[in-house]
């Protein structure tokens, strides 16, 4: 089951069965099911409450996924900034709502094992998420 929910801020305009198939087509790819997978859209000060009290960390950031796995079937929280997302979105140039599809996956993605923090890891999960994109349409 994956539920979607906000805190302090509007819940962003997501078609949340569509979206929720697309999360499972995607992890099914990764030959993983979904088991119980949260959402939380916040903003930039929760999140960075969040990360200071959960991670360690004093710095904003767009998501943070708590990995719950057992086996093949992914599980986990998924704390998302919407406000970080949105600025993202600017900076970058593109369409709030892809950025928006594209952090979502971004957290499937790290329940079904790929990181982005290693040497070439990055680029990995870049390739990665446009492929999940691709699944979206």
């Not at 969040?50 to 704390?79: E, K, M, Q, S």
């Not at 928006?100 to 790929?114: N, Q």
Request: hydrophobic share 35%; with cysteine; glycine share 10%.
């Amino acid at each position: 089951m994956i539920t979607y929910n906000s805190e302090g801020v509007r819940m962003p305009k997501i078609r949340k069965r569509a979206t929720t198939a697309w999360i499972k087509k995607v992890a099914a790819s990764y030959g993983r099911k979904v088991g119980e997978i949260g959402y939380m859209f916040v903003n930039d000060e929760k999140i960075l409450g969040v990360n200071r009290d959960f991670l360690g960390h004093d710095y904003y950031t767009d998501i943070i996924t708590f990995d719950y796995d057992a086996g093949d079937i992914i599980n986990g929280d998924i704390v998302i900034s919407v406000d970080t997302v949105r600025s993202n979105a600017e900076m970058f140039g593109k369409d709030y709502d892809e950025e928006l599809h594209r952090v979502i996956i971004h957290g499937i993605l790290h329940l079904c094992g790929i990181n982005d923090k290693g040497p070439g890891e990055r680029q990995v999960m870049e390739n990665a998420e446009n492929n999940a994109l691709a699944l979206c349409k």
